[in-house]
């Protein structure tokens, strides 16, 4: 057998956002402080190597001129030559003749680090000009060698070397100062973004205790937004969809405790009337009869109620339904002669009138199902001598509008009569034999084939449902 332990099943450690925030934030400020803190000095050492090493080899050919003027490279005529110009910041001055013998060499500071003058000056015996400059110890060191040329014949060689701790200094001071101001930057910035990086999470902090506060069921919980960027579109968007979830969560509600009355009352009378049945032997035949019609009634209307629930479930949950043109006006006059006896039942008059060719891409179902609602509920709640009216036009749209100038609903009442179970008047819906779902039917079925539905109150009394349906083209189906 095996066995997980619990610390198996441990998320893993939580990282809160803000240290996130604020390592990646730092992460880029040292890769920006170390660019910093290098390229500049880099780019200036290189500038200051370049500089040194042009005016080195500009003084030192200079003295090769000089002295591949001279018949006998002689200390004496050498110190003459070199006495002459100008050598001030030059630190030591070597003159070899052709066989690398020193016969000239004079040192103006003592002070400094040391250059590879030989190869230096090797290489200049060869014909070929040197010069090489380095930072070491806080200073700049350059060395130079150029060959002495005396009637197109190599006799020596002239080398010059500089100490220049002056421009070192610059440059140290130059770190300093950037590394100074890298440090004031970086605390900075690190309190800067310690601010930005609290405030910035403790908005989401507000999102997110507001999610677990939802997820507990508290559907009234808002979080007051912030700002104006993507956090409070956030935040606006997590209360609009907190009042979304509290108006399902109280639709819900009614909707079980309308649906279980609604069911429930059926089957209590149901039972009720088969009881009364079973315990009264002396029952006389027209009263069982009654009370067996009285059953076949309730059990109508717990089919009806039931059903309707299905059709609610199938439009929720079902699969696309398969669409094809139907022509409202036959579904129309299908509707009318189903309802027309219950019309004269109730001394209504039923009108319908189409112009256009009203076709729409649907199911013929659907539409018979919308039409005959609206029209029953017109009916049923009319009054005796009323009207009712199915008008059908078709334009660019395909327009279903049914009136009548029956009790009408209170204006209050308009904006909610399509929620599920909702009614205006509970005892009078049930006498009539209303279960709350017609309209809610009507609704849903409308737009699942991208309709849509209205509700107005007509200024002589009464109602009138507008259903709109795109036309059908004929393009495609």
């Known amino acids: 057998m095996v066995t997980i332990s619990k610390d198996s099943e441990k998320k893993p450690p939580f990282i809160s956002i803000r240290v996130k925030f604020l390592l990646s934030y730092l992460a880029v400020l ?5 660019a910093m803190n290098t390229y ?3 780019a200036a050492r290189n500038l200051v190597f370049v500089t040194k090493s042009n005016a080195m080899f500009t003084r ?7 002295l591949g003027a001279l018949d006998n490279l002689s200390p004496g005529n050498i110190a003459n030559v070199i006495g002459v110009l100008d050598t001030e910041g030059i630190s030591r001055i070597t003159v070899v003749n052709a066989n690398s013998d ?5 040192v103006h500071s003592a002070q400094g680090g040391e250059m590879n003058a030989e190869s230096l000056i090797r290489d200049s015996l060869k014909g070929n000009d040197s010069v090489r400059s380095r930072f070491s110890g806080g200073a700049f060191l350059t060395g130079c060698a150029v060959p002495v040329i005396n009637r197109g014949k190599i006799v020596g060689s002239v080398y010059i070397y500089e100490y220049d701790p002056d421009e070192g200094a610059i440059i140290q001071a130059l770190q300093r100062d950037t590394l100074t101001i890298s440090l004031v930057i970086i605390a900075v910035s690190f309190v800067v973004a310690l601010i930005f990086a609290g405030t910035f999470t403790s908005r989401i902090r507000k999102v997110l205790n507001g999610i677990q506060n939802v997820r507990e069921g508290e559907y009234t919980y808002r979080v007051e937004p912030e700002g104006h960027d993507e956090l409070t579109g956030l935040a606006d968007e997590f209360n609009s969809l907190t009042m979304r979830l509290q108006k399902t969560e109280e639709t819900r509600r009614r909707f079980v405790a309308d649906a279980s009355h609604d069911l429930k009352t059926p089957l209590a009378s149901i039972q009720l009337l088969s009881d009364s049945i079973l315990q009264n032997n002396d029952m006389d035949g027209d009263t069982v ?5 009285d059953i076949r009634n309730e059990s109508e209307r717990l089919a009806h109620t039931t059903g309707q629930l299905l059709n609610l479930t199938k439009l929720d949950y079902a699969a696309s339904t398969v669409r094809e043109p139907v022509d409202c006006g036959e579904c129309c006059q299908k509707v009318i002669r189903m309802l027309k006896p219950i019309a004269d039942e109730k001394d209504v008059a039923l009108n319908m009138s189409v112009k256009g060719k009203c076709v729409i891409l649907s199911s013929e179902d659907d539409v018979f199902q919308i039409i005959s609602n609206l ?4 009916i049923k709640y009319n009054k005796p001598g009323g009207h009712v009216s199915v008008d059908l036009s078709a334009d660019d749209n395909v327009a279903i509008m049914v009136s009548d100038d029956g009790i009408g609903i209170p204006e209050q009442d308009i904006p909610y009569i399509f929620e599920r179970f909702y009614r205006v008047d509970k005892s009078r819906n049930r006498e009539i034999g209303g279960s709350g779902l017609g309209l809610a039917i009507v609704k849903d079925t409308t737009e699942k084939h991208g309709g849509t539905v209205e509700a107005s109150r007509n200024h002589a009394g009464g109602m009138t449902f507008t259903v709109i349906f795109p036309v059908y083209s004929g393009a495609v189906l």
Request: neutral net charge; without cysteine.
């Open 30 to 34: 040292a890769l920006v402080i170390i």
């Open 40 to 42: 500049p000095l880099y």
């Open 60 to 66: 030192a050919n200079q003295i090769s001129i000089s």
């Open 102 to 106: 020193i016969v000239y060499y004079r």
């Open 289 to 293: 009869r009654e009370f067996v019609s």
């Open 375 to 378: 029209a029953e509920n017109a």
